[in-house]
């Protein structure tokens, strides 16, 4: 599928199916290592053990670069006008870029682990665990190995790292299951697993480049930066900053419902989140592989495909919508039982976290739009006051209907995140007619 003479919806589509898969090996392995994971510690531990995991992924995505971006943004016209040495410029920076923001990561993980610490039940012989498992910050930056996969229309290199590290995961859970590990068991496990997913994508990333181009990497050269790349830094960390706002309103419910409610309840909203992702997974698969495509046909000039992408994926998501609702509906509280032992504790909340997520695969296909066409600083502005607003909405909600009020928190970012989005798409669609009719 590597040829430029198939259909962007095409190329499109057998990426995400490749995206699927991959996440489709780790989701199946999550129904395996979950349930040995809760039947070894109880569900109350297992409820701390996730939330330790969500506040380093949080600091993770907090303090993570979108060097894949850059990536794909700058590195895609030396690549398709064969200019090698400032491809291999663009891969060096985004490996830095990567390595920058696993460095201020760990250091903020630690800030915040001395300040939260005695709120969230974790002094004592868990702080030094902690210590080591924020090493997570560092093997969680893979960032320019997927942009460089993804330019070079290679997605399927990164399969086997998933495969091996789900095969891990769940023979390292059930060998803990059957020994009666505890809790710092199952950290260090899920912290391993990360190293070995690190390995694995740099292995695929530089085997694909030793196809693409064999020739010497430059590791002399990581700190230069090329003049056609002056305006990186400020477009990577622009749309960082959106997906930092992003990630920050979707897991910080976890920890706030692990603070003051406990971190059974914690645990029942990360697993229904969990689940509510998975079930939209299907569709949000298509969004990094439209990036690249969006890319390519930027610097080619088609704007109306774009707009016929666009139109063709909105009403598979609209029908796609439709059916997941009907699924979580008839199915869901029996996953939660499947994987937490419970019942009924989840019914009311799965749902209402689907249309959350529903909502936001109905603005899949405009985001990466929006990025390539030039609006990055307008959706920047509009994620900064749409979490002020919508983080005094969620500490009320929380305080007032528990993990509820944080599911109905959810559901109002992610409307008024479409309307933006649609908003958005509408202008530049209007602004590139008038351009045509210039010329």
């Not at 942009?147 to 095969?167: E, I, P, Q």
């Not at 505890?182 to 690190?198: A, C, I, R």
């Not at 598979?316 to 939660?336: E, H, N, P, R, T």
């Not at 929006?370 to 006051?385: D, K, M, N, P, Y």
Request: charged fraction near 15%.
């Amino acid at each position: 599928m590597n040829s430029r003479l198939k259909t962007p919806i095409t190329r499109i589509a057998w990426n995400a199916v490749v995206l699927l898969f991959e996440k489709g090996i780790a989701a199946a392995a999550s129904f395996v290592y979950i349930p040995y994971t809760v039947q070894a510690v109880g569900i109350a531990t297992f409820g701390q053990i996730l939330l330790v995991i969500s506040y380093i992924e949080i600091v993770s995505d907090l303090t993570s670069l979108l060097s894949w971006q850059m990536v794909l943004h700058y590195g895609a016209a030396p690549y398709r006008e064969g200019r090698r040495a400032d491809l291999y410029h663009v891969l060096r920076f985004g490996m830095w870029l990567d390595f920058l923001s696993g460095a201020v990561g760990y250091l903020i993980g630690e800030a915040g682990l001395w300040c939260l610490s005695s709120w969230l039940g974790w002094a004592g012989p868990l702080h030094p665990v902690m210590d080591i498992c924020l090493l997570f910050v560092f093997f969680d930056k893979t960032g320019w190995c997927v942009g460089t996969v993804r330019l070079l229309d290679k997605f399927t290199y990164l399969t086997f790292g998933n495969g091996v590290t789900a095969s891990f995961r769940i023979l390292a859970s059930m060998a803990g299951y059957y020994a009666h590990m505890g809790m710092t068991y199952f950290l260090y496990v899920w912290l391993l697993s990360s190293v070995v997913l690190f390995f694995s994508d740099m292995a695929a990333t530089f085997y694909a480049l030793k196809k693409h181009a064999p020739a010497r990497f430059g590791w002399r050269q990581i700190l230069h930066r090329p003049d056609f790349l002056q305006g990186a830094w400020t477009f990577t960390v622009m749309a960082s900053l959106n997906k930092i706002l992003l990630a920050a309103t979707k897991k910080l419910p976890i920890l706030l419902i692990g603070g003051s409610i406990g971190p059974t309840e914690a645990a029942i909203y990360k697993v229904s989140d969990q689940v509510s992702n998975g079930l939209v997974r299907p569709m949000r698969t298509f969004m990094p592989a439209l990036y690249p495509e969006f890319v390519h046909l930027r610097e080619e000039g088609r704007m109306e495909e774009m707009h016929r992408v666009i139109r063709k994926l909105f009403f598979s998501a609209l029908l796609f919508a439709g059916v997941a609702l009907l699924v979580v509906v008839l199915f869901g509280d029996q996953v939660l039982h499947l994987l937490l032992g419970i019942h009924g504790d989840g019914g009311y909340l799965l749902p209402v976290l689907v249309c959350g997520a529903l909502l936001t695969i109905l603005g899949l296909p405009l985001e990466p739009f929006i990025v390539v066409t030039g609006r990055l600083h307008a959706l920047f502005r509009f994620q900064v006051l749409n979490v002020l607003l919508n983080l005094p909405v969620l500490f009320i909600m929380v305080h007032l209907w528990g993990s509820m009020g944080a599911a109905y928190s959810l559901v109002l970012f992610s409307a008024t995140l479409l309307a933006f989005f649609a908003v958005q798409a509408r202008i530049a669609f209007a602004r590139a007619e008038r351009e045509q009719g210039r010329t």
